[in-house]
């Protein structure tokens, strides 16, 4: 049994970790249907074609980084009524929504670089204003691609300093350290990242408790700006009150927002 259990976690990781959601094909025909949505396929080195939603709207454009259950077509709304007159580009993870494949790190962190040079040579997009939006699982995603590309600032809502590190909070009777494929070790990265930084962090996250967002919060080294969002839970955060408009004001001037006091 003390190998067994090991062993069956080590082999069941990516069904733990990764939730794949498909997209009904009478979803995808209602936002085909959209003037203001284009879809993007990207072919990866190995041939994998991966899927992406393009929301149309002014030249500053946001990459976004779903949670691990989440089929990033609903944001299409969400964006537009949030933070109007901004574009976005939202990446449907390998095995996600349209995109094939399995989903790992590297695989992710190899589709958010790709995602990345396809946005900055985008017509009417400024090169000078792309910003990246992790949330849950993708903020280990978005803070990797900061780690690798320039960004003009970085939205992280529900963050973890590293997936391991919440890996060994709930499975602390295992040689998580040994047994997990993918880290996201985002506070590694974070003393050396100088893109400035909002971090949304759930008051009663029950997912990722706080302790987490807070470590990788203090550990940055650029400008920051903390946001804690008292009442929300992982999966509630952007019906608080201060969600969107702290979004809207960071991506006006995310230089220059204070740190959190």
């Known amino acids: 049994m003390a190998i067994a259990v090991p062993l069956a976690v080590y082999f069941l990781q990516d069904s733990l970790i990764f939730y794949r959601q498909p997209l009904a094909e009478s979803r995808h025909a209602a936002l085909a249907r959209r003037a203001d949505v284009a879809e993007v396929w990207l072919t990866a080195a190995d041939g994998t074609r991966v899927h992406a939603w393009h ?17 990033v077509s609903w944001m299409l709304d969400a964006a537009r009524a949030g ?22 790190q590297k695989a992710l962190i190899a589709d958010a670089l790709s995602l990345h040079d396809h946005a900055a040579r985008l017509p009417g997009v400024d090169s000078g204003r792309i910003y990246a939006f992790g949330r849950s699982l993708g903020s280990g995603v978005a803070v990797a691609l900061a ?46 990242l100088d893109t400035p930084l909002l971090c949304l962090i759930a008051g009663r996250d029950e997912v990722i408790p706080p302790a987490h967002a807070e470590r990788l919060y203090e550990a940055w080294r650029g400008p920051k700006r903390r946001v804690f969002l008292a009442s929300a839970s992982h ?27």
């Open 147 to 192: 780690a690798q590309r320039p960004l003009r600032g970085l939205i992280l809502s529900t963050p973890y300093d590293s997936l391991r590190a919440v890996a060994m909070r709930y499975y602390w009777f295992l040689p998580v350290r040994w047994l997990l494929k993918h880290p996201f070790d985002s506070v590694a990265l974070a003393p050396r």
């Open 83 to 104: 933070a109007p007159g901004v574009s976005w580009l939202l990446l449907d993870y390998r095995g996600y929504g349209l995109s094939e494949g399995s989903p790992s």
């Open 235 to 261: 999966n509630t955060t952007d019906e608080a009150a201060e969600f969107w408009p702290s979004i809207r004001t960071f991506l006006g001037n995310p230089g220059d927002n204070p740190a959190a006091r």
């Open 55 to 71: 929301l149309r709207a002014g030249p500053t454009l946001v990459l976004y980084f779903g949670g691990n259950a989440e089929e």
